[in-house]
T-cell receptor
Framework: AQSVTQPDIHITVSEGASLELRCNYS??????LFWYVQSPGQGLQLLLK??????LVQGIKGFEAEFKRSQSSFNLRKPSVHWSDAAEYFC??????????????FGTGTKLQVIP | EAGVTQFPSHSVIEKGQTVTLRCDPI?????LYWYRRVMGKEIKFLLH????????ESGMPNNRFLAERTGGTYSTLKVQPAELEDSGVYFC????????????FGEGSWLTVV
């Protein structure tokens, strides 16, 4: 069974500073990896996804993530954080589709606080 | 194109009452999923439909929860009777049965049991 670890429960960064959120996964085959964001009172929004190909994935809102198979990691990065990025971020892994079905497992989330 | 829509967005009910959550997936998406996040914990899988059939309901916590998807379109998740620990946000999601499909989530139904 797949699993996801987000070691940082809470991160605080200054506006304009760079950001890196860590994610490690466990899965026996090629993973399908996602980052979702949940702003306060909002639903889950997909930031980016990795299925295959280029290991550096670009997403919305200036985010990117790099898949490193050797480290079983899929860390999320942003070069300059804006106050509106304050939210909770979830890394997720999906099992290989079988008959069009994939089961997504989420990490526990990292809450990002942005200070002026 | 409309996204995944959920109703109600917020619900406050008393312990012992019944609540029914509704989800309308993206048109053409055969896969429909229910997830929930309780008490600030991780987002957990509840169950998955392929069209009207339950493909996997291994995440359903107990028999107080009943999910249906009649006709393979919208789905309902009923909690009867509701308990305090059922409070949280219930997410519905849908996807197409294609290789490398992305799961799109709704904004969630926030349930508070008092």
């Amino acid at each position: 069974a797949q699993s996801v670890t987000q070691p940082d429960i809470h991160i605080t960064v200054s506006e304009g500073a760079s950001l890196e959120l860590r994610c490690n996964y466990s899965y026996g085959a090629t993973p399908y990896l996602f980052w979702y964001v949940q702003s306060p009172g909002q639903g889950l929004q997909l930031l980016l996804k990795y299925f295959s190909g280029d290991t550096l994935v670009q997403g919305i809102k200036g985010f990117e993530a790099e898949f490193k198979r050797s480290q079983s990691s899929f860390n999320l990065r942003k070069p300059s954080v804006h106050w509106s990025d304050a939210a909770e971020y979830f890394c997720a892994v999906g099992a290989l589709p079988s008959g069009g079905y994939q089961k997504v497992t989420f990490g526990t989330g990292t809450k990002l606080q942005v200070i002026p | 194109e409309a996204g995944v829509t959920q109703f109600p967005s917020h619900s406050v009910i008393e312990k012992g009452q019944t609540v029914t959550l509704r989800c309308d997936p993206i048109s053409g998406h055969d896969n429909l999923y229910w997830y929930r996040r309780v008490m600030g914990k991780e987002i957990k899988f509840l169950l998955h439909f392929v069209k009207e059939s339950k493909q996997d309901e291994s995440g359903m916590p107990n028999n107080r929860f009943l999910a249906e998807r009649t006709g393979g379109t919208y789905s309902t998740l009923k909690v009867q009777p509701a308990e305090l620990e059922d409070s949280g946000v219930y997410f519905c999601a849908s996807s197409q049965p294609l290789f490398g499909n992305t799961i799109y989530f709704g904004e969630g139904s926030w349930l508070t049991v008092v």
